[in-house]
């Protein structure tokens, strides 16, 4: 599984299905699998770096240096599963997880003030400056009980994320 010059079976599908905890419908698998094949462009059977920035979507993004770290050498299913995250069909838990891959930059299972002003400096570019990231993240980790001082878990950073009184809403100055 996994070249061009190879086919899907059943058994590959369901297979695949149960590694995404069925997230993706079959027909869904086999879309994903003729994609991965044209991506897959030396037929190695895993998608390398320079493969996936060959998608538009993914080479625009701002965080595609960071999820680049996730995703090169990804085998078909292993494609398949980082994909269900994206899903609709994905739990919040599931998307608070590969969020916290994203900003674990050096992937110890922390996340420090210096890791979250980092990735909101990729997003937002030159529009913010950096005393308003700073301001910003500071407010946000004030809300949900945190310092500027904390290393956040995943557990400490799924509180934040999914913290009842948090506030999603940014005012940025155009002057």
């Not at 027909?27 to 462009?41: A, G, K, M, P």
């Not at 990729?122 to 993240?137: A, K, P, W």
Request: proline share 2%; glycine share 4%.
């Amino acid at each position: 599984m996994g070249n061009a010059s190879s086919m899907l079976t059943q058994y590959d599908i369901e297979e695949v299905q149960e590694h995404c905890n069925y997230l993706f419908s079959q027909q869904e698998i086999v879309s994903l699998y003729e994609r991965f094949c044209q991506l897959d462009r030396s037929a190695k059977g895993f998608i390398s770096e320079d493969e996936f920035l060959s998608i538009p979507e993914f080479s625009l993004n701002p965080l595609s240096k960071r999820l680049l770290r996730m995703v090169d050498g990804l085998n078909f299913k292993d494609f398949v599963s980082f994909l269900s995250t994206f899903s609709a069909k994905a739990s919040v838990q599931q998307k608070i997880e590969l969020m916290f891959k994203v900003y674990d930059i050096d992937g110890k299972g922390k996340v420090t003030f210096k890791d979250l002003a980092e990735v909101l400096r990729d997003q937002t570019g030159s529009f913010m400056t950096e005393e308003q990231r700073e301001q910003v993240l500071t407010k946000v980790l004030e809300e949900a009980g945190y310092t500027r001082d904390c290393t956040l878990s995943l557990e400490d950073f799924t509180r934040i994320i999914d913290h009842p009184g948090l506030k999603m809403e940014v005012e940025v100055p155009i002057d």
